[in-house]
T-cell receptor, first 113, second 116 residues
Framework: GDSVTQMEGPVTLSEEAFLTINCTYT??????LFWYVQYPGEGLQLLLK?????DKGSNKGFEATYRKETTSFHLEKGSVQVSDSAVYFC????????????FGKGTMLLVSP | DTGVSQNPRHKITKRGQNVTFRCDPI?????LYWYRQTLGQGPEFLTY????????KSRLLSDRFSAERPKGSFSTLEIQRTEQGDSAMYLC??????????????FGPGTRLTVT
């Protein structure tokens, strides 16, 4: 079945540092890929998405590129802020069927001033 | 702009009791999903509704779990004879969708269940 693997956290960075959170997937066909973010005490929010190979999703300074050749969708941000501290989840969905999401285990990001 | 709402936000119950959670999706969304998230893990799919029809259930959904979506609006998830292993965050999400295409899923804040 489909699966998503994320780098383990926590990732601890100082403000303005560069962020990379690795995500690789195993899936048949051509899934859509997502990054969700969960701030403390809040629900999951969609951060960005990409629906086909070589697409780049971007939002709020975060970017991720759908790399089919390496089955990866790594999340990057050039300069993190304290307010980016949260848990980040990589996920995929098949575009056929009922589009249920398959999530990775999540990576906690802690940004200090 | 009303998003997905879930009630209650927290529920503490004793082992063996029954509990019911409610999810109110975004009003025009025809698809509704339930997920379960345990500590340190990502959400795992439980069940899916398209309008009022329950079309898919995960193997995680034991016989003690039942879900409904009467009239294709709100949904309820009931757990009978709760066990300590049922302690988790239960998440509801909704989306628009047509055959072969699905828009993004919007998540509610979740119901945190603690079984003592």
């Amino acid at each position: 079945g489909d699966s998503v693997t994320q780098m383990e956290g926590p990732v601890t960075l100082s403000e303005e540092a560069f962020l990379t959170i690795n995500c690789t997937y195993t899936a048949t066909g051509y899934p859509s890929l997502f990054w969700y973010v969960q701030y403390p005490g809040e629900g999951l929010q969609l951060l960005l998405k990409a629906t086909k190979a070589d697409d780049k999703g971007s939002n709020k300074g975060f970017e991720a590129t759908y790399r089919k050749e390496t089955t990866s969708f790594h999340l990057e941000k050039g300069s993190v802020q304290v307010s980016d501290s949260a848990v980040y989840f990589c996920a995929l969905t098949q575009n056929s069927g009922y589009s249920t999401l398959t999530f990775g285990k999540g990576t906690m990001l802690l940004v200090s001033p | 702009d009303t998003g997905v709402s879930q009630n209650p936000r927290h529920k503490i119950t004793k082992r063996g009791q029954n509990v019911t959670f409610r999810c109110d999706p975004i009003s025009e969304h025809n698809r509704l999903y339930w997920y379960r998230q345990t500590l340190g893990q990502g959400p795992e799919f439980l069940t899916y509704f398209q309008n009022e029809a329950q079309l898919e259930k995960s193997r995680l959904l034991s016989d003690r779990f039942s879900a409904e979506r009467p009239k294709g609006s709100f949904s309820t998830l009931e757990i009978q004879r709760t066990e300590q292993g049922d302690s988790a965050m239960y998440l509801c999400a909704s989306s628009l969708g047509t055959t072969g295409f699905s828009y993004e899923q919007y998540f509610g804040p979740g119901t945190r269940l603690t079984v003592t």
